[in-house]
DNA sequence: CTAGGTGCAAATCATTTGCCGGGGC
DNA sequence: GCCCCGGCAAATGATTTGCACCTAG
């Protein structure tokens, strides 16, 4: 363990019908499809289902921890001045980025350039965790 | 080399005024602006700038390599039916996901989380490729 | 003159949310 | 009865694009 299902997840659901069926359907397949094409699949068993619910039992599943999501916590897009590659850290709770100061393992990407049947041009790496300001803000509440 | 500027860069670009200031604006903090906080630091100094002009700009320094843009190469959310930590490789071209089978790096993340003064809760690790199939099309352009 | 660049506003696209009736416990 | 749920449509928020004018080479 060690990426996903980061924060709390302090609620209390029940297994409904639309939400097993979607969660089949994303376990089902090995094609990480967006929440679009979830709708596309689930839309064969359940013609009446909303994509908004697609949506809200997708985000239910994944911060239960049954599926996980593909991409940045917060989806708005950052820039970075330096051009080499270089880690990222991210807080779950602010979205702030800073860089990681641990070397690149350009090994790793060696590794699977052998195994894999893709041309690889290059991998990114991402720790998240809480900054210490919103460390603080946590603190105050409790 | 390992990350970012993929994909091709062929155009020509001149290094206007307003591409130089938001290009020296991303350069000068270390805060991995998001494009709107980019638009309000470049607007400091060229009030009249667009904010399409500094997303346009935003994307012509990134692919150019001067700069480069932190987030998935599409920002369409995907899921994933296994909630189990593992990697993924990522095609520039079509934005298809697979799995990538190698083992997960935790050293790191017991690294950063000596290093670093964020509470660490997890790692994504992302390869970027050409999937064969895109490979394949891509061949029969030349 | 031609191509790229820019400001501006409108359009697009993914995702989120408010409302409201319905069912589980 | 209370609360979670799901369908629907409208709202939001980030990013993109069409258009008309402008300027460098």
């Known amino acids: 363990m060690s990426s996903q299902n980061f924060l709390d997840s ?16 994303v376990q089902k397949v090995n094609t990480h499809p967006t929440a679009d094409e979830v709708y596309g699949m689930v839309r064969k068993r359940l013609p009446r289902i909303s994509l908004g619910t697609v ?29 080499d590659n270089h880690y990222h850290i991210r807080c779950v709770s602010c979205g702030r980025v800073e860089d990681a100061p641990v070397e690149t393992v350009d090994k790793l990407e060696n590794t699977i350039r052998e195994i894999s ?8 790496l991402e720790f998240i965790g809480i900054c210490p300001r ?8 409790s």
């Open 117 to 124: 049947d893709y041309s690889i041009v290059g991998h990114k």
């Open 10 to 25: 302090g609620q209390k659901h029940r297994m409904t019908n639309q939400r097993q069926v979607i969660l089949e359907e």
């Open 55 to 83: 949506y809200r039992n997708l985000e239910i599943l994944s911060t239960s921890g049954l599926i996980q999501k593909i991409g940045p916590p917060s989806n708005q897009m950052r820039f970075d001045g330096k051009a």
């Open 134 to 141: 919103c460390e603080e803000k946590r603190k105050s509440f």
